[in-house]
């Protein structure tokens, strides 16, 4: 099992950046993806970012050029950097993880994946 813990939100004028973490804690494995998504009031939850244990990371074309996801696995944690920030980027931020079978692909839809944390508010104003 794997418990995760969302911190670094916050409000922020347009154009600033904020830096969220996730802290895991539990089982440690040695394959794993790790998943940034957003949820905004009345929609849908999407993808933000991926990265994985190979070291493969996508992201979401509305954010490319603005966030960066990272880990650092000494302290079993993965940051979103959130530069240039937009009212559009406001959200609640989730971060997830699974444990692929060997071989699978990166899970991008948010049913795909089995460890969520609690979500942390970013909100972006005018």
């Known amino acids: 099992q794997v418990q995760l813990v969302e911190s670094g939100g916050g409000l922020v004028q347009a154009g600033g950046s904020l830096r969220l973490s996730c802290a895991a804690s539990?089982?440690?494995?040695?394959?794993?993806?790790m998943g940034w998504f957003r949820q905004a009031p009345g929609k849908q939850r999407e993808l933000v970012a991926t990265?994985?244990?190979?070291?493969?990371?996508n992201y979401a074309d509305s954010v490319k050029g603005r966030f960066t996801i990272s880990t650092d696995n000494a302290k079993n944690t993965v940051y979103l950097q959130m530069n240039s920030l937009k009212p559009g980027d406001t959200a609640v931020y989730y971060c997830?993880?699974?444990?692929?079978?060997?071989?699978?692909?990166?899970?991008?839809?948010?049913?795909?994946?089995?460890?969520w944390g609690q979500g942390t508010q970013v909100t972006v104003s005018s």
């Open positions: 997830a993880a699974d444990i692929p079978p060997w071989g699978a692909p990166i899970p991008s839809r948010p049913n795909e994946y089995d460890y």
């Open positions: 539990g089982r440690t494995f040695s394959r794993f993806v």
């Open positions: 990265i994985t244990s190979g070291g493969s990371i």
